[in-house]
Nanobody, 122 residues
Framework: QLQASGGGLVQAGGSLRLSCAAS????????VGWFRQAPGNEREFVGA????????SYSDSVKGRFTVSGDNAKNTVYLQMDSLKPEDTAVYYC?????????????????WGQGTLVTVSS
């Protein structure tokens, strides 16, 4: 089970850190991804981390502003979001896949947490 938290309202240029905590599974054996979905839009890939592949991946729209990291001791993955823009407003989801690479398609992730809303005001 995945539990995402940390969403809220922030002004443009501000920062937020989202957390994704896992119960019943060890993140170090999975690739953990973050996706987002704005109203009227399809769910899109934001970033992901794979301990097995020892790599991270980001969408072009967030590269340089967002960072995915993890704390194996807490079995938690974080999405640090800096320099937020109004277009980052969306419901953010974390997901996990038993993969040795970093998938960017949501269909590749069988495990999902509930979303957490991020609203960036201009």
């Amino acid at each position: 089970q995945l539990q995402a938290s940390g969403g809220g309202l922030v002004q443009a240029g501000g920062s937020l850190r989202l957390s994704c905590a896992a119960s019943g599974r060890t993140f170090s054996s999975y690739t953990v991804g973050w996706f987002r979905q704005a109203p009227g839009n399809e769910r899109e890939f934001v970033g992901a981390i794979s301990w097995i592949a020892n790599r991270q991946s980001y969408s072009d729209s967030v590269k340089g502003r967002f960072t995915v990291s993890g704390d194996n001791a807490k079995n938690t993955v974080y999405l640090q979001m800096d320099s937020l823009k109004p277009e980052d407003t969306a419901v953010y989801y974390c997901a996990a896949a038993s993969a040795t690479w970093v998938p960017v398609r949501s269909e590749s992730y069988p495990y999902w947490g509930q979303g957490t809303l991020v609203t960036v005001s201009s």
